[in-house]
């Protein structure tokens, strides 16, 4: 089955600690975005990448880090330095030619 | 900031009605419109997009789109309890390379 894939579902760390979220795709996808949700808002644009071994910033993207070292894969740091980042974190792709974005099931981070 | 406005609700309808989601943007140019549900803990699923003025039908929805208005509505015929969800709009702005701007959701609760 083609889809995206994050990991953990959910993850718990203590504050002061650097933390990774995975996202996967096998959709053959060139561009894959990263999003931050909080209760009763929108998605906050993080970072997107349109093609391996680039990316850029998006609205929210300090406290954040990301690297697309291949195409199916895109991952987010969530550094010390973010003030706030207890949130639901989604991931989406989209295809080249094509601008409706697909997400995956999300990673929800609790920092405490 | 190109924003995207959308009541936050809740909206509640009785089942079998019509519910109707309206959303506006403020960036005239504006090409690509797009619907997510996302149900409570779960991730935004792709239901529309629609990038002509006019109606686009797909089953029980309809996406209506007025550029001139900067509106974009989505209609759910004979609307069900499993309907029961956040409805996000997501808008492409000009000039964007293929990063959306979403909405904050609207509630939708569909009555037994």
């Known amino acids: 089955d083609g889809g995206i894939t994050q990991s953990p579902k959910y993850l718990f760390r203590k504050e002061g600690q650097n933390v990774t979220l995975s996202c996967e795709q096998n959709?053959?996808?060139?561009?894959m975005y990263w999003y931050r949700q909080d209760p009763g808002q929108g998605l906050r644009l993080i970072y997107y990448?349109?093609?391996?071994?680039?990316?850029q910033k998006g609205d929210i993207a300090e406290g954040y880090s990301v690297s697309r070292e291949k195409k199916e894969s895109f991952p987010l740091t969530v550094t010390s330095a973010q003030k706030n980042p207890t949130a639901f974190y989604l991931c989406?792709?989209?295809?080249?030619?094509?601008?409706?974005?697909?997400f995956g099931p999300g990673t929800r981070l609790t920092v405490t | 900031q190109k924003e995207v406005e959308q009541n936050s609700g809740p909206l509640s309808v009785p089942e079998g009605a019509i519910a109707s989601l309206n959303c506006t943007y403020s960036?005239?140019?504006?090409?690509?419109f797009f619907w997510y549900r996302q149900y409570s803990g779960k991730s935004p699923e792709l239901i529309m997009f629609?990038?002509?003025?006019g109606d686009k039908e797909d089953g029980r929805f309809t996406a209506q789109l007025n550029k001139a208005s900067q509106y974009v509505s989505l209609l759910i015929r004979d609307s069900q309890p499993s309907d029961s969800a956040t409805y996000l709009c997501?808008?492409?702005?000009?000039?964007?390379?293929?990063?959306?701007?979403f909405g904050s959701g609207t509630q939708l609760t569909v009555l037994p």
């Open positions: 989406a792709s989209s295809n080249e030619g094509a601008y409706e974005q697909y």
């Open positions: 959709l053959n996808h060139d561009a």
């Open positions: 629609i990038y002509s003025n």
């Open positions: 990448s349109q093609i391996v071994n680039d990316f």
């Open positions: 997501a808008v492409l702005p000009s000039g964007s390379a293929r990063q959306l701007t």
């Open positions: 960036d005239r140019g504006s090409q690509s």
